[in-house]
């Protein structure tokens, strides 16, 4: 989910990187395009590094590089409105910039623990949804930010919670003798069906080419859905080749839930590899999902495929 409070994170990430900062995009800006829901963002939170002491030291030397940072908001149009919150506005937008070196003090997220992601030319940091809970866990207990934003922290809360227990209610075994043919009849909505290959002739791919893992999506030993992943022959490159939900489970967030239990997966086998998936252009959804855990599109069109990648 982006849109133009993301676009122009961009355009500031950009001129960040020019000086050798790459930005944190913390916020609901942020939280909208890992969740892919929309939480009503009204500003910008960009986090940089500096003092890890944070608050304690003055405001114009916390932050690394401060005045270069103001030089290009002012060369951007923006003003700044707030030094202690390090605040600035342009036509009605507040963006502001916080130190991602307090992340560990403050909340548990260690640094080197962030998720780096690319948008064209622009590098910059996301947090993950258990590092989002972490942070706003930890902010809930700040009596100045829940009175600032009128509580609205706890639904945030609550939403990466229920994600997170629908993670962690998810099991991926693999398909073998026992429930190949329970597999086979899970189906997708008719309206999908021209988006995916049925479960059939993914098993039947999986046995003719060497390399491809076919697995079970159960949630509280009920089969839910099917993916399969690895190293296509073609392109040499990791792939999330096949993901569908069963249409009696659609619409509860396990398609997402079990990408990121495959992401854990792969990252834990090979390490942080590249990982690749593709969708019909006109599936629109599950390019939204994929976009939404970290997957992005790399320009290509492969089998008449968007092609996305996830840097892990």
């Known amino acids: 989910m982006k849109n133009y409070k993301f676009n122009e994170f961009i355009n500031i990430a950009r001129k960040l990187n020019e000086i050798d900062i790459i930005p944190l995009l913390m916020g609901s800006v942020g939280l909208e395009i890992v969740t892919g829901t929309s939480w009503d963002a009204q500003d910008l939170d960009i986090h940089v590094p500096g003092d890890k002491a944070g608050w304690e030291v003055p405001p114009d030397e916390n932050i690394h590089n401060w005045n270069s940072i103001v030089s290009i908001m002012h060369s951007m149009g923006y003003s700044l409105i707030d030094l202690h919150e390090h605040e600035f506005s342009k036509d009605g937008l507040s963006v502001e910039f916080g130190i991602m070196d307090t992340l560990p003090s403050f909340a548990g997220v260690e640094l080197v623990d962030l998720e780096r992601h690319h948008y064209g030319d622009v590098t910059y940091y996301l947090l993950n949804p258990e590092q989002y809970l972490s942070v706003y866990e930890a902010s809930s207990k700040d009596s100045y930010r829940a009175n600032n934003n009128n509580h609205k922290d706890s639904r945030k809360i609550d939403f990466l919670k229920k994600l997170g227990d629908k993670s962690m209610n998810l099991e991926l075994r693999e398909v073998n003798a026992d429930n190949w043919e329970e597999c086979v009849t899970l189906s997708v909505s008719d309206d999908q069906k021209g988006f995916v290959a049925d479960n059939s002739y993914s098993l039947l791919q999986s046995i003719y080419t060497e390399g491809f893992h076919p697995l079970a999506i159960y949630h509280q030993d009920a089969m839910i859905g099917f993916l399969m992943y690895g190293v296509d022959p073609e392109t040499g490159r990791m792939e999330m080749c096949r993901l569908m939900i069963d249409q009696d489970y659609q619409g509860k967030g396990y398609g997402k839930a079990a990408t990121l239990q495959l992401i854990n997966r792969i990252t834990d086998s090979h390490g942080r590899i ?18 939404s855990v970290g997957f992005e599109k790399t320009g290509e069109i492969m089998w008449d495929e968007v092609v996305l990648k996830k840097q892990l």
Do not use: R
């Open 274 to 291: 590249g990982l690749y998936t593709s969708a019909e252009p006109e599936n629109v959804h599950a390019i939204k999902m994929y976009e």
